[in-house]
């Protein structure tokens, strides 16, 4: 075990663990911020995106011990309101529908529209590409994403 000091949703917080434990792990079993999902566990359908430095990354399969000092933002600290552009433009085009990948969705169209204000359709489609819905609401995420866009 190794003690890690973290910057979670702009909180200083210290963990005790295995250095290769992955970050959905950290998140969920030991801080309890259960809003980042498990999905696949091999990186490939984006349930568990979070940011690391405003950087959409895959927390199932990313080591505690890679974090370093770059601050980390879950889907909880994103907005404690659910005021984000993101998730209001998710609500006015009622995206979800069973909900699961949601919080991967909203925070790799959050961190587009952070480095991106007015993408265009492909790239749109490359940011989201990996993220998968099962529900099949590509086109509401995608109109969702242009709404948080030009009210962003």
């Given amino acids: 075990m ?25 998140l969920r079993d030991h801080l309890k911020l259960i809003g980042t999902k498990f999905g696949c566990g091999m990186a490939q359908c984006g349930a568990c995106t979070i940011h690391l430095a405003g950087n959409a990354v895959r927390s199932c ?26 998730q209001q433009a998710w609500l006015e085009h009622d995206v979800p529908q069973c909900g699961y990948c949601q919080a991967g969705q909203i925070m790799s169209a959050a961190a587009l529209l952070k480095s991106n204000s007015n993408p265009s359709d492909a790239e749109i489609d490359a ?9 099949g609401t590509y086109t509401r995420i995608h109109a969702a994403i242009k709404t948080a866009a030009a009210n962003g």
């Avoid at 080591?63 to 993101?86: M, N, R, W």
């Avoid at 940011?127 to 529900?135: Q, T, V």
Wanted: with cysteine; proline share 7%.
């Fill in 127 to 135: 940011a989201m590409d990996g993220n998968i819905c099962r529900c």
């Fill in 2 to 26: 190794s003690r890690f000091n973290l910057s979670v949703n702009g909180q200083n917080v210290e963990v005790d663990v295995d250095p290769n434990t992955p970050v959905l792990w950290v």
């Fill in 61 to 86: 399969v990313l080591p505690i011990s890679g974090v370093g000092d770059q601050a980390i933002t879950t889907i909880e600290g994103l907005s404690s309101e659910g005021t984000h552009p993101v």
